[in-house]
């Protein structure tokens, strides 16, 4: 009999029960909540009088529609407002764990729970965010769900699943330097598609990966939806572990010593078989930059936009066409041509310690270019905001022109005030460049943090390699 | 959850592949904290010429002429004919609740962002997978008639066209009695609670640092 991969491992270890027609119920350890996708779900609860099946599975945080700016003043737009109250009220109501604002743990979701330890290697991890698919970087399943579902696991600790097929994507060798996690990230995404992931949990791996932080790992995984995968996931190491002990929700004593032993099989055994399987020479991959309105239409940094008279495919040359109009592009361009008006470098991709040092080490001593109309830094929770702090960066940014924010999801999807308006061309390290994303009419560049500042102090996309 | 068995009506063509959720329902109407409401803003982008925000009267809009969701002859519309990935990036339940609230009885597609597809099963809204030939002669169908109108029959899992040609389409067993019934899965799933239970009592022995 062949060999498990890691997916196979962590999915037989929560199988509650099996039907026949393969349909599962799966066991879920941890349910991750923000006020955006939970209302409808406790609200569910209320009107069939269901109790949450087990309280400390969870634990809930406001994100999305958190003001980055003026947070003395609360939130002002009163639908935000009535939305995080909401679940504050559905917290206490129920008592669950929620970080408040104001809190310094209070953060983006799929920043906090690796934080503070609730995410651990070797468990089912969801929450209503398709970017929970984040937390596979411990080894863990995780991945988003809806509010349908947010109440199917809040009331039986369960979700229905089938069994998803296993992708390899394993990056070979070692990554150049100035190359990121989201570089990496990217090329995958260029290269698989879109929806090249649908209906598979993606295992990364190779060296490149293994050599990855914690934080390189999570953005990796956070983008693996953006490919079309609900889950990514990386084999457990050292690197994981280290990072997971002593945080406040990480096991301790006797536990951790199990919990370590445990955690030693979670990774896939050499002979298992997977249904498709990828390699990427990481030596190849350069820093990478979006021109259009979907993360797979993405380049080199030395690369050109497009032309869709090149594309024999009429409906992948129609797409070129809208994309390139909606961006504002020409085809044939140079991406280092292409002027912004605004850096975000936030959001569940991006936004911890490293990707924060990253930008630093660019924006240190110099300005951010006069053509650019806002530069802004959203720390990814208050405790990487602290970190940050305490390291000196937010001096750094402020005095190379960049805005130094409170931490939230932000100008990733504004939900709150931060935002592009039509038109705006934005480098920003989020996840999604789909048309509105940023706000109505705004244009969307996914790059890495360091690219993002790269392009806030020359004004245009630039190689942060020869900068 | 409201039952789907038969459903004929008049179909909409919307012919753009890797349709996401932001296009679908934009951010700023997720702000909402209920279920229903989100009809007058599906496809916001796309559909008005201004911006939208939370608690306008959307009647007063203008629609962009140029949106097919806006051309006469499609409104009431019921079964959504789109390209392939339809409804990826968020999770956001929200996009299945416009659809729903606008009209929308079945989507049909060469294939769909999984999240998305999972999501439509709870609200009675059946994500149908047709082959992408099939699909394009659908497209053509449905452009060149007006009035074009599809018969989805779930319970025998084909789509019936009015000339009478009937495509099968195939969906999970579960799924289907599921949806056949309206079935609330949370009741179903609660049926198994000892099994929940069994499995607890077990996990807390081999793996303790869980609870």
């Known amino acids: 009999m062949a060999g498990k991969t890691l997916y196979d491992k962590v999915w037989d270890a929560h199988v509650v029960r099996q039907e026949a027609d393969g349909t599962a119920l799966l066991y879920i350890d941890r349910h991750l909540v923000h006020e955006v996708t939970s209302p409808q779900a406790f609200e569910g609860l209320r009107l069939a009088k269901r109790q949450p099946w087990r309280i400390n599975s969870m634990v809930a945080v406001p994100d999305h529609n958190v003001p980055t700016i003026g947070l003395e003043h609360g939130i002002t737009d009163p639908v935000a407002r009535l939305q995080v109250e909401t679940l504050d009220a559905n917290c206490r109501t129920f008592g669950i764990t929620e970080f408040n604002i104001g809190d310094i743990r209070q953060g983006i979701v799929h920043v906090i729970g690796p934080e503070q330890g609730a995410t651990l290697p070797g468990m089912t991890v969801v929450c209503g965010d398709s970017h929970t698919s984040t937390h596979g970087a411990f080894g863990a399943l995780a991945h988003g769900i809806g509010t349908s579902e947010v109440e199917h696991v809040m009331a039986t600790q369960c979700l229905i699943q089938k069994k998803m097929k296993n992708m390899l994507i394993s990056v070979d060798g070692k990554v150049g330097a100035g190359v990121t996690a989201k570089d990496i990230v990217l090329t995958i995404i260029g290269e698989i598609g879109t929806a090249g992931g649908t209906g598979y949990a993606i295992e990364f791996g190779g060296e490149a990966i293994r050599e990855l932080s914690m934080e390189g790992r999570m953005t990796v995984c956070n983008m693996a939806i953006e490919g079309g995968a609900r889950a990514g996931m990386i084999a457990v190491d050292d690197t994981t572990i280290n990072y997971v002990k002593g945080r406040p929700y990480a096991p301790k004593a006797e536990d951790w010593e199990a919990a370590v032993a445990a955690w030693q099989d979670l990774h896939s055994d050499a002979d298992a078989v997977f249904d498709r399987v990828i390699h990427l020479d990481a030596a190849s991959i350069q820093p990478q930059v979006t021109w259009g309105t979907s993360p797979e239409m993405v380049l080199p940094v030395d690369g050109k936009t497009p032309d869709p008279a090149n594309e024999t495919d009429p409906v992948k040359a129609s797409g070129i066409r809208a994309a390139l109009k909606y961006m504002g592009l020409e085809a044939n361009m140079p991406i280092t041509d292409v002027q912004i008006d605004k850096v975000f470098i936030g959001s569940c991709t991006n936004s911890r310690i490293e990707d924060l040092r990253a930008a630093a080490e660019v924006a240190k001593g110099r300005k951010v270019a006069a053509n650019v109309k806002l530069a802004m830094v959203v720390p990814g929770s208050g405790l990487v905001k602290q970190q940050a702090e305490s390291e000196g960066l937010d001096k750094i940014f402020i005095e190379a022109g960049f805005e130094w924010r409170a931490p939230g999801c932000s100008m990733c999807l504004a939900m709150n005030a931060d935002r592009l308006e039509p038109g705006e061309r934005c480098a920003s390290t989020s996840n999604r460049n789909f048309e509105g994303r940023q706000g109505q009419g705004g244009r969307t560049h996914l790059v890495s943090p360091a690219m993002a500042a790269a392009a806030a102090v020359t004004g245009h996309f630039a190689d942060v390699r020869t900068l | ?211």
Not at chain 2, 19 to 26: G, H, K, L, R
Not at chain 2, 36 to 53: A, I, K, N, Q, V
Not at chain 2, 145 to 158: D, F, I, K, R
């Open chain 2, 1 to 211: 959850m409201e039952k789907f068995t038969v459903h004929t009506g008049l179909v909409i063509p919307l012919d753009r592949s890797n349709v996401d959720t932001d296009a679908i329902i934009p951010k700023q109407y997720l702000k909402s904290i209920q279920r229903t409401g989100f009809g007058p803003t599906l496809f916001d982008d796309w559909r008005y010429l201004e911006p939208g925000e939370p608690g306008m009267d959307h009647s007063k809009r203008t629609p962009n002429p140029d949106f097919v969701l806006n051309a006469p002859r499609y409104a009431g519309a019921s079964v959504l004919l789109a390209r392939e990935n339809f409804g990826c990036g968020s999770s956001r339940e929200h996009a299945v609740w416009a659809l729903t609230d606008y009209g929308i009885r079945a989507v049909i597609a060469p294939s769909y962002a999984d999240i998305f597809f999972n999501n439509s099963f709870k609200n009675g809204l059946l994500p149908l997978t047709l082959p992408a030939e099939v699909i394009d002669q659908l497209f053509v169908e449905a452009q060149a008639t007006e009035g074009y109108q599809l018969t989805v029959n779930l319970e025998a899992q084909q789509v019936v066209t009015p000339s009478g040609a009937a495509f099968a389409f195939s969906i999970d067993e579960f799924r289907k009695y599921c949806l056949l019934n309206g079935l609330d899965d949370i009741g179903l799933t609660l049926q198994h609670a000892d099994d929940i239970r069994a499995y607890e009592a077990k996990r807390k022995q081999t793996a303790p640092w869980l609870f």
